[in-house]
């Protein structure tokens, strides 16, 4: 019913930049509320950053706010994550999720997820 596919991973060096971008298929009403996730080896998936087709609920992780940016283009129905200054602590494979819900929240079991793309900072 819904595909989401990610793009824009890869490998660069600390405080250097990346926008990654989240393409969904199949729905509108199921993607009301897109966020982004992120998985590091040894350690709980961690939400990243969600917002809502109109953008009326948007809401980051502390550890993000200030250096990512989430925004969507509802024509394309793609979500992208830019990420600015990364650190080290960045690194983890980073996942495109999709729901209907009517707000961002962090917490929430989100139906629809994506493969995945690697984000690797070096020191």
């Known amino acids: 019913q819904v595909q989401l596919v990610e793009s824009g991973g890869g490998l660069v060096q600390a405080g250097a930049s990346l926008r990654l971008s989240c393409a969904a298929s199949g729905g509108t009403s199921s993607t009301n509320a897109m966020a982004w996730f992120r998985h590091a080896p040894g350690k709980e998936r961690e939400f990243v950053a969600a917002?809502?087709?109109?953008?009326?609920?948007?809401i980051y992780a502390d550890s993000v706010k200030g250096r990512f940016i989430i925004s969507r283009d509802n024509v394309k129905n793609t979500v992208y994550l830019q990420m600015n200054s990364l650190k080290p602590e960045d690194t983890a494979v980073y996942y495109c999720?999709?729901?209907?819900?009517?707000?961002?929240?962090?917490?929430?079991?989100?139906?629809?997820w994506g493969q995945g793309t690697q984000v690797t900072v070096s020191s």
């Open positions: 917002m809502t087709r109109s953008g009326s609920s948007t």
């Open positions: 999720a999709a729901g209907p819900f009517w707000e961002a929240r962090p917490n929430v079991r989100y139906p629809y």
